[in-house]
């Protein structure tokens, strides 16, 4: 079993800046790649970025150059530093982690999602 725990959403102006961090903890064999969604109202989840365990990137088109995403394998977790925020941006974001967890015989797959964290940009 592998829990997510975000942290670090919130309300803010359009132009301002929030961190989100999200905690994977559990019978981790190993972690690959680690990311951001967001679903605003009305519309669908969508990739927002992604790192993988080698530290390559990937961004959604809206968001590149404003978004960056890093990860701490020690601590198990995943950050998202969101700058120049505007009102588009509002959404929950989630995270997911994807990796292995031990099993009884061999690792096995896991893709675990958070329960999202609200991000609200003002205008």
């Known amino acids: 079993q592998v829990q997510l725990v975000e942290s670090g959403g919130g309300l803010v102006q359009a132009g301002g800046s929030l961190r989100l961090s999200c905690e994977a903890s559990?019978?981790?064999?190993?972690?690959?790649?680690m990311g951001w969604y967001r679903q605003a109202p009305g519309k669908q989840r969508e990739l927002v970025a992604q790192?993988?365990?080698?530290?390559?990137?990937n961004f959604a088109d809206s968001v590149r150059g404003r978004f960056t995403i890093s990860r701490d394998n020690a601590k198990n977790t995943v950050y998202l530093q969101v700058n120049s925020l505007k009102p588009e941006d509002t959404a929950v974001y989630y995270c997911?982690?994807?990796?292995?967890?031990?099993?009884?015989?061999?690792?096995?797959?896991?893709?675990?999602w958070g329960q999202g964290t609200q991000v609200t940009v003002s205008s």
């Open positions: 559990g019978s981790m064999f190993s972690i690959n790649a």
């Open positions: 997911n982690v994807r990796g292995f967890v031990r099993g009884k015989v061999s690792p096995q797959p896991f893709d675990a």
């Open positions: 790192i993988t365990s080698g530290g390559n990137t």
